[in-house]
């Protein structure tokens, strides 16, 4: 518009118009972009303070979202936004095996899948020398309208009750040995029935190796019976 015309035409208006409404588009972009980082930002300081790891997955291509430090952790500081969630990349094992975990029966999956909570309690990290046992449960998260924006998993390091169940299982094992060795040795007649019977339950407590030796309690001779994998041949030493 030539500067020496003080009115503007339609054209004029037009522009100014189109102007204002970019620049006001431009500054509400920036609030709602400010405000999200900000949520952002609160959400991150919350989920740092829970005891359990936790993990926000994209439900159409199963990426991190968002990952607490502890999930970090249990998941080997490996939590990376450009690649999906999967037993393979996170190095996740069926509790007890090196088997790795199917894809498919993980908990993330089922919930996406069946679009409810799924939770499981045998799953094992194995990075390195380190072993996490984990309580895995997920959940989907929908919006407004009814539809899925989100998979949340929280991960429970159980490694100590793992350790706590085996042992009392190992116990309860050598205490239903012992009371069947009893039990046998009670109704055996004959000194080889009872040797037998002592050599196999030593066999199931898995020693390196186990002997057992006869003493004569008149001369104190003594005698290897029964030898789990090596015979003894000092037994005099004993």
């Known amino acids: 518009h030539a500067i020496e015309y003080d009115d503007l035409d339609e054209g004029d208006e037009r522009l100014i118009g189109t102007l204002a409404t970019q620049i006001s588009i431009a500054f509400e972009n920036r609030r709602l972009f400010r405000q999200v980082q900000s949520e952002?930002?609160?959400?991150?300081?919350?989920?740092?303070?829970?005891?359990?790891?936790?993990?926000?997955?994209?439900?159409?291509?199963?990426?991190?979202?968002?990952a607490n430090e502890r999930a970090k952790s249990y998941l080997g500081d490996s939590v990376d936004a450009g690649v999906p969630f999967s037993a393979e990349a996170y190095q996740l094992f069926r509790t007890g095996t090196e088997l790795p975990y199917p894809n498919d029966e993980l908990p993330v999956q089922i919930a996406l899948a069946s679009n409810d909570v799924s939770f499981t309690d045998d799953v094992a990290v194995i990075n390195d020398d380190q072993q996490y046992d984990l309580l895995v449960n997920a959940a989907p998260i929908y919006n407004n309208a009814g539809d899925i924006f989100a998979i949340v998993a929280t991960f429970s390091d159980i490694s100590n009750l793992r350790s706590m169940e085996n042992t009392l299982q190992e116990h309860l094992q050598e205490t239903v040995m012992i009371y069947e060795a009893q039990r046998e040795l009670t109704s055996s007649?004959?000194?080889?029935?009872?040797?037998?019977?002592?050599?196999?339950?030593?066999?199931?407590?898995?020693?390196?190796?186990?002997?057992?030796?006869?003493?004569?309690?008149?001369?104190?001779?003594?005698?290897?019976s029964r030898s789990l994998i090596q015979e003894l041949?000092?037994?005099?030493?004993?």
């Open 233 to 238: 041949e000092q037994v005099e030493d004993l």
């Open 189 to 224: 007649k004959e000194l080889d029935n009872v040797l037998d019977t002592l050599g196999f339950q030593l066999a199931m407590l898995q020693p390196g190796d186990a002997h057992i030796i006869l003493v004569d309690p008149e001369s104190g001779f003594k005698q290897v």
């Open 40 to 66: 952002q930002q609160t959400l991150s300081s919350t989920l740092s303070t829970l005891p359990a790891g936790v993990l926000v997955l994209d439900p159409k291509t199963m990426r991190p979202i968002i």
